[in-house]
């Protein structure tokens, strides 16, 4: 087992803002996304590991090496799709690409005319005149042209399409056929997950949730509803996000089969989606008392 991305301990405090001791790591061969709530700190954590900005501690490895002091090694075997636009506004995409294309030794070409043509690129057109879908799509041909082992993506979904967003998730599915190559990428679409992730980490003002399988997410997880009388301190103890209104309540729990155990036909148990899981999540910190 090689991780490929390893985070231990890192931490890096704004003036608002701190991400607390993170630790994540991502194996060889798999795709991980990686979710949370608007300023939660995904693009800050896809900044420290691209070395945009400096940690106050902790390590990040990157193909097991340092991603500072290897930094010139590991950026030429990752493919990085950023949400903010790093082209100069006033080249064409056919300029950006021939200068983007001298930072790597290992450049292919065809495969850039391929993606470009896949992806309806106008390569005579000026940056600063491309829709966000379509400058997020060049950022994806230069990304998948140099044959990197390690995606790196934040938000690449957004602004894109269905139709284009279901060929990219395609695409990457289709890479992944390799198994040497891994993903790693942030997303607001959590159905862009239930496609394609293998582990799904999530953060939450600045720390980790969790880091987990897709399977053990939804094996773990359920989501449990009941009528009001059916709440005691004894349930609610295994209950994530409780809501409670007139009609009963809902709650996510990580632990399905003492919930089953314990509470058997009295509540109802349903299979959560990432979404729900994620929303049930970060609701943890202002849980509802109920009033039973
Ligand atoms: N250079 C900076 N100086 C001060 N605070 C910053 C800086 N960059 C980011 N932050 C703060 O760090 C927090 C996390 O931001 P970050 O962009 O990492 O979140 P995010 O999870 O990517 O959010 P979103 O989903 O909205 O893109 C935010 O409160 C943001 O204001």
Redesign the pocket.
């Known amino acids: 087992m090689s991780n490929i991305l390893e985070i231990r301990n890192v931490s890096k405090k704004?003036?608002?803002?701190e991400?607390k001791n993170i630790n994540f790591s991502l194996e060889r061969g798999y795709i991980m996304g990686f979710i949370?709530?608007?300023?939660?700190?995904?693009?800050?954590?896809?900044?420290l590991i691209m070395n945009l900005?400096k940690k106050d501690s902790g390590t990040i490895q990157v193909f097991g090496l340092d991603h500072v002091k290897d930094e010139i090694a590991i950026k030429e075997k990752i493919g990085f799709v950023y949400?903010e636009n790093y082209f100069y506004e006033e080249l064409t995409i056919q300029e950006m690409k021939n200068i983007i294309k001298r930072f790597y030794l290992h450049w292919d070409e065809e495969v850039f005319q391929k993606f470009a043509k896949e992806f309806d690129l106008p390569l005579k057109k000026k940056i600063k005149n491309l829709s966000k879908g379509m400058k997020m799509k060049f950022s994806l041909a230069v990304a998948l042209s140099h044959h990197a082992e390690l995606l790196i993506m934040?938000?690449p979904t957004s602004g894109l399409d269905p139709l284009v967003r279901r060929e990219l998730l395609e695409i990457l599915q289709s890479l992944m056929l390799d198994e040497n190559k891994s993903i790693f990428f942030?997303t607001?679409i959590t159905s862009d997950l239930d496609k394609i992730a293998d582990f799904i980490t999530l953060?939450n003002n600045?720390e980790i949730v969790f880091s987990k399988t897709k399977d053990e997410l939804t094996e773990e997880y359920c989501i449990v509803k009941g009528t009001k009388d059916k709440l005691s301190a004894h349930l609610e103890e295994q209950l994530i996000g409780l809501k409670v209104n007139e009609l009963g309540f809902e709650a996510l729990s990580m632990n399905k089969n003492k919930i089953k155990k314990m509470f058997g036909d009295s509540v109802l148990i349903e299979k959560p989606t990432i979404e729900d899981i994620l929303v049930f999540s970060i609701r943890r910190g202002d849980q509802f008392v109920s009033s039973y």
């Open positions: 704004y003036k608002d803002f991400l949370g709530p608007n300023g939660a700190g995904k693009t800050s954590i896809i900044k900005i949400d934040d938000e942030s607001h953060i600045g």
